[in-house]
């Protein structure tokens, strides 16, 4: 069964409680799984595809890049024609969640591997099998969107760097589990970001993206909280090569995530011919795309610092990386 459409209306914040103590982190992770039973959507049963007004036209204007989006502030956005500034909108929403789609398989056969290494009487074991589950109804969702924006005539595509490198992420499930999980939360956490701030700014939304993102934030304050509590118990007994690896490719996957999570692809600059100056004006160095990147990333990289992942002979790699911002901030 699955939770009744009233629930979706509070968006709840990720559980913080302290779980120090193995009795702690038994009863955090049981309250994760029991949530899991009673608060989950189905990407069918949930969301009414066939309602007319979750219908979509590329032309409506709720699609359109609001003024505080690095590239809808500019001067070349705001005077394209109305049915242009809601593609491009859209188009990016749609690339988005295909994005979303592939890195969500990775994290899927990833969180598989690590709970194949599991003993049998772990706990951990029943709360990734949720987390699994609900992860594929949310490729459910995002893929059929991806569909509906494709038959409405726009040519989705995901970022050519989709798809590299993504045997090696699912074997850290396994092997290298404080990197797989830093990796989850360098993808999850832009979204939610990003998601959060889009329900929270009172801007009217397309009801087919109101209702996804409202699922996805509430299904995955649950999969960072617990990918959060694995890194706090696991991280501090790192030592020598296996710290500078996770410090070294946690920065990279970070900004590799929040390029991919929020500026046009390549695709999408290419289609409605977005000019570099432009470009550079929206996301290039100390622009307000940049600032946003550094801001979505605010919760894992805080997390670094608590666990030393970042700390000050790591600043300067993430200054030049342009996701730094000191503790904090
Ligand atoms: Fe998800
Ligand atoms: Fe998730």
Redesign the pocket.
């Known amino acids: 069964m699955t939770a009744p459409a009233t629930t979706l209306l509070e968006l709840p914040d990720e559980e913080r409680q302290d779980a120090a103590s193995e009795t702690a982190y038994q009863g955090f992770l049981a309250r994760l799984s029991h949530q899991s039973v009673v608060k989950h959507y189905d990407a069918y049963a949930d969301i009414p595809w066939d309602d007319p007004a979750y219908a979509i036209d590329p032309e409506d204007p709720r699609f359109e890049l609001s003024a505080d989006d690095p590239l809808g502030a500019t001067v070349w956005y705001r005077s394209q024609p109305q049915p242009v500034r809601a593609r491009i909108g859209l188009h990016m929403t749609a690339t988005f969640a295909r994005t979303g789609r592939a890195f969500?398989s990775v994290l899927k056969r990833g969180l598989l591997e690590f709970a194949a290494r599991l003993p049998e009487d772990a706990p951990e074991f029943r709360y990734c099998y949720h987390e699994v589950i609900e992860?594929a109804h949310?490729s459910l969702f995002f893929q059929e969107f991806v569909q509906r924006v494709r038959r409405a005539g726009l040519d989705v595509r995901p970022p050519a760097i989709v798809g590299a490198g993504e045997r090696q992420v699912i074997r850290f499930g396994r092997r290298f589990p404080e990197l797989f999980f830093f990796f989850v939360l360098s993808g999850e956490d832009p979204i939610d970001w990003v998601q959060r701030r889009a329900l929270a700014s009172g801007a009217e939304l397309h009801p087919l993206i109101d209702r996804i993102s409202r699922i996805?934030v509430t299904e995955?304050a649950r999969h960072m909280a617990f990918a959060r509590h694995y890194l706090r118990r696991h991280v501090p007994a790192l030592r020598g090569p296996k710290l500078f690896v996770l410090r070294l490719r946690t920065a990279i996957v970070m900004k590799v995530a929040t390029q991919l999570m929020m500026r046009p692809s390549r695709h999408v600059v290419r289609t409605y011919g977005i000019p570099k100056s432009v470009l550079r004006e929206a996301y290039g160095r100390r622009s307000p795309g940049a600032q946003r990147a550094r801001a979505a990333l605010g919760k894992p990289r805080e997390l670094c610092w608590e666990l030393g992942v970042l700390n000050a002979r790591w600043a300067p790699f993430w200054k030049l990386l342009g996701i730094y911002a000191p503790r904090g901030a």
Do not use: G, M
């Open positions: 969500e992860e949310h996805h995955e």
